[in-house]
């Protein structure tokens, strides 16, 4: 199983770009990189995901260099919003039970402020 | 459609108390999850059902059982519950080669 890395807290302001790198060294050739959002009391959403280069959507953008030990998860001019916790994960979406692997870390927590 | 959703939402109980999780989804897809989340930490997973009539443990299935009645529901039972079992409760589910997990609203268990 790919085990991921990120830094426990960040902090922003608002309208700032914020980048979040997550680890994940001994990630499997079949295996996805996806990014989750969590608020508080809430169950975690979906973001963004990719296989490698670069992946962009309405919300954030994801950047995976060449030999995928890593990602950067890029969010564009934060809002307050913004503010919750940020988790990395690496699985194989096309095995059987699809995200039944997964592990999520700690994640990231990150405040913005005004 | 509502998606994925979890009731109740908040539970008390004492040590020894059984009582079950219930998780039900509209979404038609084949894998559902239950996780548990302690405060300040990720979520573990505790049980996943592939696809209706299979069930498999994750990481801390421990003092819990699951039933995946159909492809619609998939209930967390705890047969006597402990202090330590206090936690959230999140359902999920996602289908078969899906690029995400749809998360439920959770339910706040208090075990005293």
């Known amino acids: 199983l790919a085990k991921t890395t990120q830094p426990i807290s960040m902090d922003s302001y608002e309208g700032q770009e914020v980048n979040i790198t997550c680890s994940h060294n001994n990630i499997a050739t079949n295996d996805y990189i996806t990014w989750y959002q969590q608020f508080p009391s809430q169950g975690p959403r979906f973001i963004i995901q990719g296989y490698k280069t670069k992946v962009t959507n309405e919300v954030a953008s994801l950047f995976i260099p060449a030999d995928r030990k890593s990602s950067t998860l890029s969010l564009p001019r934060v809002s307050l919003s913004d503010t919750a916790v940020y988790y990395c994960?690496?699985?194989?979406?096309?095995?059987?039970?699809?995200?039944?692997?997964?592990?999520f870390g700690a994640g990231t927590r990150l405040a913005v402020h005004p | 459609n509502a998606g994925v959703t979890q009731t109740p939402k908040f539970q008390v109980l004492k040590t020894g108390q059984s009582m079950t999780l219930q998780c039900a989804q509209d979404?038609?897809?084949?894998?559902m999850y239950w996780y548990r989340q302690d405060p300040g930490m990720g979520l573990r997973l505790i049980y996943y059902?592939?696809?209706?009539?299979?069930?498999d443990k994750g990481e801390v299935p421990n003092g819990y059982n699951v039933s995946r009645l159909n492809k619609r529901e998939f209930s967390l039972r705890l047969e006597s519950a402990a202090p330590s079992q206090t936690s959230v409760y999140f359902c999920?589910?996602?289908?078969?080669?899906?690029?995400?997990?749809?998360f439920g609203p959770g339910t706040r268990l208090t075990v005293l």
């Open positions: 994960l690496v699985g194989d979406p096309l095995e059987s039970g699809g995200y039944n692997k997964l592990i």
């Open positions: 979404m038609n897809h084949n894998s």
């Open positions: 999920a589910n996602g289908g078969l080669g899906t690029d995400t997990q749809y």
């Open positions: 059902s592939a696809s209706e009539g299979t069930t």
